[in-house]
């Protein structure tokens, strides 16, 4: 059988660096430890939630985001609402503009709504979509435009111009912007679509990436009340959202402005040690540095090695967890592999030790052995 790599990581978690589900591991567990054990001690499990959503949490949300006049609806996790969108949106024949590499989940989605995404090649500077190269791919059945900012896998961000001439090109077009927003928190210079356009603009959100809640799968989508209500009617939590996740997003919500800035520090110096790192690899090389979100792709071309043996080396001989690229690229999946860091320092020192060891146990001539 197939190595399983996460069935791997997950049964040695304890053991693993994770390294490989952009997941941060940096938010201060007192954050929302308190407010779960509270939670927990009540016995709020037992019931369940109110539908809607918290009102604070609704608030928290919206005043997070910044963009007035919309209220956040909440799902279970961002990539519901990815799902949620496609298929209340698209339908048999329509065409989706998106780029590869991508999170290929939202593409599945598009495809389970009869659609198909028409796929620009991004694995090249400027490393993402241009509102031209966008125009040019604007066809007869085009209905949307799939705005990932910043990029999963790249870490490749969108100029706040770049933000606006999508926006009005999809609002100019009668297109739908979906705009998934869950690493912004890592931008320097964030932008949102919805500023521009609004009644174009669908935004997805998460707290999962900046508040460290990936496990309690709790996220949602902004819109005009009008898109709400269609987008509605395929979500599945009619009796609410997970109690305990709600409880922890707000407790993160409420201070993320007090901490949010060391883990933002923190994932750049990582980004930096990586760099390092890979920069002492003849044949391994970034593509996008530095990374505006808290992944990065490592390709692996010049070493002429597939991205699941480097996958399986570093996890079963090292317990440091990346994630091979045909994950997120069709054309270019067998070229690199992504690498997450906002991930305590000792994470990292791991891998500065595991990633040149793990090439030469896999290309013995690509990196020397120290003197």
Same mark, same amino acid.
């Given at each position: 059988m197939?190595? /399983?790599?996460?069935?791997f990581?997950y049964?040695?978690?304890s053991?693993v660096?994770w390294?490989?589900?952009?997941? =941060?591991h *940096?938010?201060?567990?007192? !954050?929302?430890r308190?407010?779960?054990?509270?939670a927990?001690?009540?016995r709020r499990y037992?019931?369940?939630? +109110?539908?809607?959503?918290?009102?604070e949490?609704?608030d928290l !949300?919206?005043?997070?985001?910044?963009v007035?006049? #919309?209220?956040?609806?909440?799902?279970?996790?961002g990539?519901?609402?990815?799902?949620?969108?496609?298929?209340?949106?698209?339908?048999?024949? /329509?065409?989706?503009?998106?780029s590869?590499?991508s999170y290929?989940?939202i593409?599945r989605?598009i495809?389970?709504?009869?659609a198909?995404?028409?796929?620009?090649?991004?694995?090249? $500077? $400027?490393?993402r979509?241009t509102?031209?190269?966008?125009? %040019?791919a604007?066809g007869?059945?085009?209905?949307?435009?799939l705005?990932?900012?910043p990029?999963?896998? *790249?870490?490749?961000?969108y100029?706040r %111009? @770049?933000?606006?001439?999508?926006?009005?090109?999809?609002?100019?077009?009668?297109?739908?912007?979906?705009h998934?927003?869950t +690493?912004?928190?890592?931008?320097?210079h964030?932008?949102l679509a919805?500023?521009?356009?609004?009644?174009a603009?669908?935004?997805?959100w998460? !707290?999962?990436?900046n508040?460290?809640?990936?496990?309690?799968?709790?996220?949602?989508?902004?819109?005009t009340? %009008?898109?709400?209500?269609a987008?509605?009617?395929? =979500?599945?939590?009619?009796?609410?959202? =997970?109690?305990l996740?709600?409880?922890a997003?707000?407790a993160?919500?409420?201070t993320?402005?007090?901490?949010?800035g060391?883990?933002?520090?923190?994932?750049?110096? =990582?980004?930096?040690?990586?760099?390092?790192t890979?920069?002492g690899v003849?044949?391994?090389?970034?593509p !996008?540095?530095?990374?505006?979100?808290n #992944?990065?792709?490592? /390709?692996?071309?010049?070493?002429?090695?597939?991205?699941?043996?480097v996958?399986?080396e570093l996890?079963?001989?090292?317990?440091v967890?990346?994630?091979?690229?045909?994950?997120l690229s069709?054309?270019h999946?067998a070229?690199?592999?992504?690498v997450?860091?906002?991930?305590?320092?000792?994470?990292l020192?791991?891998? @500065?030790?595991a990633?040149?060891?793990?090439?030469?146990a896999?290309?013995?001539?690509?990196?020397p052995r120290p003197?």
């Amino acid at each position: 059988m197939p190595f /399983d790599a996460l069935r791997f990581a997950y049964d040695h978690r304890s053991e693993v660096a994770w390294l490989g589900q952009n997941t =941060n591991h *940096l938010v201060p567990p007192e !954050v929302v430890r308190g407010a779960l054990e509270a939670a927990i001690r009540e016995r709020r499990y037992e019931g369940y939630p +109110y539908g809607p959503g918290d009102p604070e949490l609704i608030d928290l !949300v919206a005043r997070d985001l910044g963009v007035p006049g #919309m209220t956040p609806f909440l799902t279970a996790g961002g990539t519901e609402s990815l799902y949620m969108i496609a298929r209340a949106l698209l339908g048999p024949g /329509d065409e989706v503009v998106a780029s590869d590499p991508s999170y290929l989940i939202i593409h599945r989605f598009i495809e389970l709504a009869g659609a198909h995404t028409r796929n620009l090649d991004v694995y090249a $500077p $400027p490393y993402r979509l241009t509102a031209e190269r966008i125009q %040019e791919a604007i066809g007869p059945t085009t209905r949307m435009i799939l705005l990932i900012d910043p990029l999963n896998p *790249l870490g490749s961000a969108y100029p706040r %111009e @770049e933000v606006r001439a999508i926006a009005e090109l999809a609002h100019d077009h009668h297109l739908t912007l979906l705009h998934d927003v869950t +690493y912004r928190d890592y931008a320097d210079h964030p932008a949102l679509a919805a500023e521009f356009a609004p009644e174009a603009t669908v935004t997805v959100w998460s !707290v999962s990436k900046n508040c460290g809640l990936a496990g309690l799968r709790i996220g949602g989508f902004l819109a005009t009340a %009008e898109r709400t209500r269609a987008i509605a009617r395929f =979500n599945t939590n009619d009796l609410g959202v =997970n109690i305990l996740a709600q409880v922890a997003a707000i407790a993160a919500l409420r201070t993320k402005s007090t901490w949010f800035g060391a883990v933002r520090r923190q994932t750049r110096e =990582n980004g930096a040690r990586i760099r390092a790192t890979v920069a002492g690899v003849p044949g391994a090389s970034l593509p !996008v540095y530095p990374s505006q979100a808290n #992944m990065m792709a490592i /390709d692996l071309t010049g070493l002429g090695l597939s991205p699941e043996a480097v996958q399986q080396e570093l996890l079963e001989r090292h317990g440091v967890f990346v994630r091979a690229g045909t994950y997120l690229s069709i054309a270019h999946g067998a070229e690199f592999v992504r690498v997450s860091f906002s991930n305590p320092p000792a994470d990292l020192a791991r891998f @500065e030790r595991a990633f040149p060891e793990a090439i030469r146990a896999l290309a013995p001539r690509a990196v020397p052995r120290p003197a």
